[in-house]
């Protein structure tokens, strides 16, 4: 029996948003390296996920699930993709659990000997009941990530809910912070926390019986839905940094034909994996806003490595390394990639470029997205016509479709190679628009 994990979900979703459900079952089953029962399974379980995170997608449980994805598309205030995070993040034991514990604190509050009590005679027959041991793990899991609070006293202890900060502001004032976290989730990153803090608040609101538009006043249209699905190995990465920890994964590059692989633990079905399995020190993530993707810049033996954090699957935290070692190699990527537009670390080329100004345009929105998104560019030379921006990078396969974005606006003059790349290119797009 292969022994699955929340990679499986994340590359099945990617795969869907990609093709638009365009991929029989069998494609899907091969490009990501399991079989159709185990890929039917899969699309069982999301569709009762979906039904449990948006419920009036009951009723529509016989409709493809990529129709039922597409139709949420533009609904990103309540973004589909997060509900693989709700879903995968506690057992349903401990999900049922943890539920009791929280509406039992929001009472009042209680000992761990009385959550205990009430947990033993409120939790389904079909769930095994706790001993104290969990309890009391429960409470000092739900203390540490902010949940709950220990009230001032001798033992036994008390917990209750701590959401002081909620109950003292007025509705107006939580409709401006939800409308605060709405906002920075949906445009900074990370943002898988803003969505989970946005939720709590827009349930503490609708139990207040706010009026459902005065909770959701925006509309977001997710253009990158890698950004989030990738977050779910970004806090692994950086504990394993924060802790000088290598990491060891099993990697499918952007090339390969499979994008997953089961991880087997019954020896009849063992094969080998069409990944690589890689083992390296973390130093940085980088992400790239133009492209919604994220990087992890690390170390191993060939020295500095590159890898897309689409790719990473199976990921767990390895044996720690030499703080003082560390901090050398981290010196020695900073200095590396100093003139990464990106994540190069080619060797370091001049570029100039030629802006036109946009005539008779008040004001001048090229120059001003130059200013914007030229990092640490410098304009050399400006008339009434153009300007030179100048720029060192490491090599120019980064930074160059940035310039080509700004289309006839744009001419390169350094260097040279560079110049005439751009050039026959932009003759290959114009034979595609010759006349018939």
């Avoid at 869907?16 to 379980?45: C, E, M, N, P, Y």
């Avoid at 995070?85 to 039992?104: C, D, I, M």
């Avoid at 080998?272 to 130093?283: C, D, M, N, R, S």
């Amino acid at each position: 029996m292969a022994k699955e994990s929340f990679d499986k979900e994340i590359q099945f979703l990617r795969m869907l948003v990609l093709t638009s459900g365009a991929f029989s079952r069998q494609q899907f089953a091969d490009r990501l390296g399991i079989s159709v029962h185990t890929f039917d399974k899969t699309i069982r379980r999301l569709k009762q996920v979906a039904s449990s995170t948006h419920q009036h997608l009951a009723d529509e449980q016989s409709r493809e699930f990529s129709e039922t994805f597409r139709l949420r598309y533009y609904d990103s205030t309540d973004p589909l993709l997060l509900f693989l995070f709700r879903a995968k993040s506690v057992k349903e034991s401990e999900s049922q659990r943890v539920s009791l514990l929280l509406g039992a604190m929001n009472e009042q509050a209680l000992t761990a000997k009385e959550l205990l009590e009430m947990c033993c005679s409120s939790l389904p027959s079909d769930l095994p009941l706790p001993d104290e041991k969990t309890i009391r793990s429960d409470l000092k899991y739900l203390e540490e990530v902010g949940v709950i609070t220990r009230e001032p006293g001798s033992r036994p202890y008390r917990y209750r809910i701590q959401d002081d900060l909620i109950r003292s502001l007025l509705d107006e004032e939580l409709i401006d912070l939800y409308d605060f976290v709405d906002v920075m989730a949906n445009t900074q990153v990370p943002s898988v926390q803003g969505y989970l803090l946005r939720d709590g608040l827009k349930k503490h609101l609708l139990r207040n019986q706010v009026e459902r538009h005065a909770v959701e006043p925006f509309l977001y249209k997710y253009h990158y839905y890698s950004r989030i699905l990738d977050e779910a190995h970004l806090f692994t990465l950086l504990h394993a940094m924060r802790h000088r920890r290598k990491v060891r994964f099993l990697y499918f590059s952007p090339k390969s034909e499979k994008s997953y692989a089961s991880k087997n633990t019954n020896p009849l079905f063992e094969r080998e994996p069409e990944g690589k399995a890689e083992k390296v020190v973390p130093l940085k993530i980088v992400y790239d806003h133009q492209y919604g993707r994220w990087y992890l810049l690390s170390y191993d033996r060939q020295g500095i490595r590159k890898y897309r954090m689409e790719g990473i699957t199976q990921i767990e935290e390895a044996e720690p390394v030499d703080e003082i070692w560390y901090e050398e190699k981290n010196k020695e990527l900073v200095e590396k990639i100093k003139y990464s537009w990106l994540i190069d670390t080619g060797r370091p080329v001049t570029v100039r470029v030629r802006f036109f100004n946009p005539g008779g345009s008040e004001p001048n929105f090229i120059k001003e997205r130059v200013l914007l998104q030229g990092q640490w560019g410098e304009i050399v030379f400006e008339d009434e016509h153009s300007f030179i921006y100048e720029i060192i990078v490491n090599g120019v396969t980064e930074i160059k479709p940035w310039l080509r974005s700004f289309g006839s606006s744009c001419e390169i003059l350094e260097p040279a190679s560079f110049r005439r790349e751009i050039i026959a290119e932009w003759k290959e797009i114009q034979a595609y628009y010759e006349s018939v």
